[in-house]
């Protein structure tokens, strides 16, 4: 079981927008603004797409967006592209002994 | 350019040890950390541990504790993970990833992978 909740799934069509979901505990996703997300491709590295809630690193299109409110942070890809189907996991630190925790991932379907 | 390039796929027996190996390129390594993430077939993302690049200090996950055994070697910017008394549940793809600068915290660059089978 992992420590941060994602939904299993969504799925959106091309050009709409899909928000993703991650929820902790206070201990993580609460207690700091550095929840990170990762785009993953079948076979492929993660590679993040945002960290720090909400800040984009260089190269990363715009149309990925990063909030947080409570124990809840969020991912949004808005105007969806077939190239965004992959799957996404949420990530946080935390001040403890095991720093990274990590969501179990949700996989995005573009229809 | 950043790079970590990580070793060969491998198999090995249950019981057995393996050590995979992350070669860093187009930084200065011992300005960074090193986690070791690893996914299970079809699984989610498991954080195993933490190496500094600068004093070889450790944090590892409680439920790898006495299994696991993360170095370097600064003069070739190689980290390395070794994972002992294999089991089945320990094939998965193992990852190093590295930790930027500047008291941000996520995995900035990602080695390719390396797959690790444990089978009799």
Request: positive net charge; aromatic residues 12%.
């Amino acid at each position: 079981q992992s420590a941060l909740t994602q939904p299993a799934s969504v799925s959106g069509s091309p050009g709409q927008s899909i928000t993703i979901s991650c929820t902790g505990t206070s201990s993580d996703v609460g207690a700091h603004n550095y929840v990170s997300w990762y785009q993953q491709h079948p076979g492929k590295a993660p590679k993040v797409m945002i960290y720090d809630v909400s800040n984009r690193p260089s190269g990363v299109s715009d149309r990925f967006s990063g909030s947080k409110s409570g124990y809840t942070a969020s991912l949004t890809i808005s105007g969806l592209q077939t190239e965004d189907e992959a799957n996404y996991y949420c990530s946080s630190y935390r001040s403890s002994s095991a720093p990274w925790v990590f969501g179990g991932g949700t996989r995005l379907t573009v229809l | 350019q950043v790079q970590l390039v990580q070793s060969g796929a491998e198999v090995k027996k249950p019981g057995a040890s393996v050590k995979v190996s992350c070669k860093a390129s187009g930084y200065i390594f011992t300005r960074n950390g090193i986690s070791w993430v690893r996914q299970a077939p079809g699984q989610g993302l498991e954080w195993m541990g933490w190496i500094s690049g600068y004093s070889g200090n450790t944090n590892y996950a409680q439920r790898l504790q006495g299994r696991v055994t993360m170095t370097t070697d600064t003069s070739t910017s190689t980290a390395y993970m070794e994972l002992r008394s294999l089991r089945s549940d320990d094939t998965a793809v193992y990852y190093c990833a590295r930790e930027p600068l500047g008291g941000v915290y996520y995995f900035d660059y990602w080695g390719q992978g390396t797959l690790v089978t444990v089978s009799s």
